[in-house]
Structures are given as C-alpha cells and as structure tokens.
C-alpha cells in the first residue's frame, strides 16, 4: 500500500502529450516506420538501375526523359529510406529537370513563346548600341529604356519558369512544384542547402558557422516559447560549435597543444579536432590563449570555468546524469537567461572583431 501512495504522490509532475501514447499516435509511427523500410527495401534495386543508365548512356543522357525519371525516383527512394535530408531532397530531385529543362530551352522548344519578347529585347539593344554579343546587366539597361526592358526580361523568365514548374509535374515532383509556387524563398534555401551539402562538405569552418548561426536562433526561439531546457542545450551546442571553429583555424597550433596535454587531458584522436569533446575543446582554446580571463569592475572571470558551467548545464540532457546530479530539476528562464550570458562573453573572446570564417596563424 505504501508503495502505491508513493507512485501516486511522485508521479510526473507534467502530464505527457495524449498523442504520445494513444492507439492512433502509435499506428501513425508505425506507418512512417514502414515508409522508411520500404524506402530501404527498393533503394538497391533502384540504385542500380540508376548506375546502368550512367554507364551505358552518352552524352544526350540529359536530355532523355527516361533517365530523368530514374534519377528522380533514386533522390524519392534515398529520401524516403532517410539516406537524404530534405534540403538534398529538393537539391537531387529537381537539379536533373532543371538541366532537362534547360536543354529544352536551348534546343529552341520554347521559341512560339519566346521569339518576340526575344525580338522587342533586340530592338532595344540596338537602339541603345550593343553589339550582337552584348547585354545590359541586369538592371543597367539605358533608364529610357529601363522599365520596358526590365518587364520583358521578366516576362521571359516567366516563360522559363512555366515551363520548368511543368516539367516538375512531368516527372511527378508535385510537392516540389507547389514549394516553389507558394514559397519560392524556402524552394532556394533547401535547394542552396542541398547543393552545398553536396559540393562543399569539406568546408569545416564554414560549415560550423552555419551550425552555430542555426543553434543560436533555434536556442532563441525554444526560449521564446519557454522550452527553456532545449534552448540551454542548444547554446551549450553553440559554445562547443565556436571552439571548435577556432581549433580549426588555427588547426596546427590547436594539434601541437592538444599534444602537450597531460596523456589523461589529451583528446583521443589528437589529429582531428573535429572528433575532440566539449571538455577538451576547452582546454585546448584555454591551454592555446585564446581564452583569456574577463575583468569587470566587480570581478574576474575564467573562462575556462564559464565554458565548463555551460557544458555541464547542457550535460543535463542525459537522463542518468539529471538524475543524479539534478532530480527533479526543471530549467527556467533564469538558467537560460545566465546560458545566454556565458555565451556571449565566450564568443566575444573567441571571436573578438574575427568573422568566424577568418582563418588566423
């Protein structure tokens, strides 16, 4: 009987979500769960006739229905059996309609709706003397003829991107089309995103800035919305993103002193910061100099001891660790008030007046 009143008595404080624990919420997993098997389940399959049409296509392979169609049904398997963000999602499924596209308008299908916006755009540029193989920039045409040559530029692009919102239609990308309808801001982000996740991923330091950026933001808007404890975590992810960035800008100094630790301070793979830990990250930027102590008219702070606060109130995310060191506890608005503060005092000595991508000796 005691042992029932305590469960009583000591039951969450907060009560859960119902969606978390009904009959529906617990199907509706299941089905993403499926989707995503299934997505595993056809990817081999689909990979490799993607790759057989690569190895035995020729140089008009952009310009065949059939292929673009492959690709695109490979980037909707790898996205989703979870191999792709979204971002590369957008980026894989319509960079091959975009070429196809383009191909299109090169091979002069698009000339009925073209030839004469295309001929009042010539008139224009030879009233104002270009030479056949000039153009105006955009936006420097002559301010007589600026307006008009203005709209038409848009008009023909207008043409283009019809075409090209058709063509993601063509090949079944409807969800993309009607992104790129109703948001065609957030369509570039993720596609930009995507493409960069492609083409630049060895850009560390650049790469950490985006993080750090999006950690800061995501850490302001959980506290607007008082999820106090997500916000501290993801300033804590921030503060280990910038030491980071800073260890990598300096990456053979920061080698060399993570060398010169004690065996039981020095990271496992002292070689490679990016596989270094929040506590060694610390060590090595205060054992480096780049964090040098803090004076206020009423104190003096380390930072060293700044950075551990915060690494230890970020920690707290691991249950076995709240348990034994805060039972009970719950994060305020205070907690993340003083996580925020740390933060940027930290960030203001490891950046100083530096871009975070500036590299330094």
């Known amino acids: 009987m005691k042992r029932n009143i305590e469960n009583h008595l000591l039951k969450p404080l907060d009560r859960r979500r119902t969606l978390i624990a009904n009959q529906k919420a617990i199907a509706s997993a299941l089905e993403r769960l499926d989707d995503k098997a299934l997505g595993n389940a056809v990817l081999p399959v689909i990979a490799k006739s993607a790759k ?159 993080i750090v950026v999006r950690h800061e933001e995501e850490a302001f808007r959980a506290a607007s919305a008082k999820a106090y404890t997500a916000g501290v975590i993801l300033i804590g992810a921030a503060l280990e993103g910038l030491l980071l960035a800073r260890c990598l800008r300096s990456k053979r100094k920061a080698i060399r002193t993570a060398s010169a630790l004690p065996k039981k301070q020095r990271p496992q793979s002292p070689d490679d910061p990016t596989k270094w830990q929040f506590d060694a990250l610390i060590r090595i930027c205060l054992s480096a100099g780049w964090l040098p102590r803090i004076s206020t008219e009423y104190a003096l702070y380390a930072p060293a001891a700044l950075g551990d606060t915060l690494r230890k109130m970020r920690n707290l995310v691991h249950p076995g660790r709240c348990v034994r060191e805060m039972p009970w506890s719950e994060t305020y608005e205070r907690d993340y008030k003083d996580a925020e503060a740390m933060y940027v005092t930290l960030r203001s000595k490891l950046l100083g007046r530096r871009s975070l991508t500036d590299t330094a000796p």
């Open 52 to 210: 057989a049409s690569r190895q035995n296509g020729n140089q008009g392979l952009w310009k065949d229905p059939a292929y673009i169609k492959k690709q695109v049904v490979l980037s909707e398997a790898l996205y989703l059996s979870r191999r792709i963000s979204r971002a590369e999602y957008v980026y894989f499924a319509s960079s091959p309609v975009e070429t196809l596209n383009e191909e299109r308008w090169l091979e002069g299908q698009f000339n009925n709706e073209l030839d004469e916006i295309k001929q009042q755009i010539e008139t224009i540029d030879k009233k104002s003397g270009l030479l056949p193989d000039q153009y105006w920039p955009k936006g420097q045409a002559p301010e007589e003829f600026r307006g008009l040559y203005n709209t038409l530029e848009r008009q023909y692009s207008a043409v283009i991107e019809r075409h090209f919102m058709a063509a993601l239609r063509e090949f079944g990308l409807d969800d993309l089309a009607n992104l790129r309808e109703h948001s065609l801001e957030e369509f570039d982000r993720l596609h930009e995103r995507g493409r960069r996740s492609l083409h630049h991923k060895n850009e560390h330091i650049r790469v950490l800035k985006d």
